[in-house]
């Protein structure tokens, strides 16, 4: 039986269906084809004894100790046969108990390395090894004199070359090339890769932006001559040609379907409920989903907690579907209106111009007004919404870590853990072993 071996899904599953007394799993995490082989023997339960001990804590699916699908099944199919998963939180070593069959292994952090190579099943377990990247122990009845025979252990009959593993030394030449590459490309330190960590899975960056949704703040643009008709000289390139006409719309209200927590609501008939909305009660409303869930870190962006996430994009759909509504009927009004804004404005700019001395053709005027509230109609609002995650350069700034201190609130702070503390306790840590 080979001592050393790669220990993959597939040797899991292998032993645990080759069981016929017990199974004792001790994990962090398995995945999905592991849990589904448990799930098929929780049938025997009575005949067959099975123990699972796991660390059901989030971080263990993160790290990529196991996966949420596998959690999720043992979950249900322990429930289903009144079974109960033990916890331990914290467990970083595998241990599986497989009749006599003892493996003790090294569980692989999968978002940090991929996993050992053996994909297939039906794998003979007990011939010798020939693993290159041995991540576990299968032991037997007498495993210290079998782990001394392993290694050519000194005091033992085995010749180097007959040992399973380390059969040749360690070449300086090899420490020398280890060190000038660490030295050209060094390690991310352990604390800035834990704050690294923390900052991926609990916040992102988010740019969020509305296009086009304050009509009352558009403006016509208008030829300098046609507009400052009244300005004389070289002053009249130098003055903006444009004319703020919808100003009136700020206030008008339009019935849309309304929302509460970004659900749409609905009468005892299931038909929509209505609510009037103007331009500056939308803004008010975007206003206040900004202040909620977004957190503004000067000079770096807006920041805001992936467990904020799902209910923000939530409230952001139901937004940008009634700024979408208002902006249909307030369209719908601007086009009844067209006439008779563009002919109050025609009149005032001409009669601005009369006054100081200058003709305009009304004509030319009123066409040029007219093709720019075409534009001005067809030129719907839109919502841009853009995640990105944080990187590690902005965590190794202390600058940007303050920030995010000061910006959270008390609560954001507390689902971010310690991690300064942490930070700090490494870096302590680090300058006395310095010293």
Not at 39 to 59: C, N, Q, Y
Not at 261 to 271: A, I
Not at 284 to 312: H, S, V, W
Request: charged share 30%; hydrophobic share 40%.
């Amino acid at each position: 039986m080979s001592t050393f071996c790669e220990v993959s899904d597939a040797v899991l599953i292998e032993l645990i269906r080759k069981a016929k007394k017990r199974v004792v799993l001790v994990t962090p995490g398995v995945y999905l084809r592991v849990a589904q082989t448990l799930a098929e023997r929780f049938k025997e339960l009575g005949r067959l004894h099975i123990t699972i001990v796991l660390d059901p804590d989030e971080e263990v699916c993160r790290i990529g100790y196991g996966d949420a699908a596998a959690l999720k099944l043992l979950n249900e199919e322990a429930q289903k046969n009144n079974f109960a998963l033990m916890s331990q939180p914290g467990l970083r070593v595998g241990v599986l108990l497989a009749d006599d069959t003892t493996l003790v292994w090294s569980p692989t952090p999968r978002a940090i390395e991929a996993p050992p190579g053996n994909t297939t099943s039906g794998l003979d377990l007990f011939s010798p090894s020939t693993s290159l990247a041995p991540n576990g122990l299968m032991l037997g009845t007498d495993p210290g004199e079998q782990l001394a025979k392993a290694v050519s252990a000194a005091g033992t009959d085995t010749l180097p070359d007959e040992a399973e593993i380390g059969k040749s030394p360690v070449k300086p030449s090899q420490v020398i090339n280890t060190l000038n590459e660490l030295e050209k490309n060094p390690p991310i330190p352990v604390d800035l890769a834990r704050i690294t960590r923390v900052f991926s899975t609990k916040l992102q960056f988010v740019e969020f932006t509305v296009k086009r949704a304050l009509l009352s703040r558009m403006q016509l643009t208008l030829s300098k001559k046609l507009l400052n008709a009244d300005i004389k000289g070289e002053l009249q390139g130098l003055i903006e040609s444009k004319l703020r006409a919808f100003g009136e719309f700020r206030d008008d209200e339009i019935e849309v379907n309304a929302y509460i927590n970004g659900e749409p609501t609905f009468d005892s008939s299931r038909l929509p409920l209505k609510i009037r909305v103007s331009e500056a009660s939308l803004e008010r409303q975007r206003t206040d989903i900004e202040r909620r869930y977004l957190y503004n870190i000067p000079g770096f962006g807006r920041l805001i907690a992936k467990d904020d996430k799902q209910e923000f994009e939530k409230l952001i759909k139901a937004y940008e579907t009634q700024l979408k509504d208002h902006s249909k009927g307030i369209r719908a009004k601007l086009k009844q209106q067209a006439d008779k804004i563009i002919k109050e404005a025609v009149e005032v700019i001409v009669e601005r111009a009369r006054r100081g001395g200058s003709t305009l053709d009304k004509d030319q005027l009123s066409k040029e007004l007219t093709d720019n509230l075409i534009r001005a109609k067809e030129e719907e609002p839109g919502v841009l919404l853009v995640f990105k995650d944080v990187t590690y350069e902005q965590t190794k700034s202390l600058e940007f870590r303050e920030k995010v201190e000061k910006a959270l609130p008390k609560n954001k702070r507390q689902q971010l853990g310690q991690w300064t503390k942490d930070f700090d306790a490494a870096e302590a840590a680090v300058a006395q072993q310095n010293k």
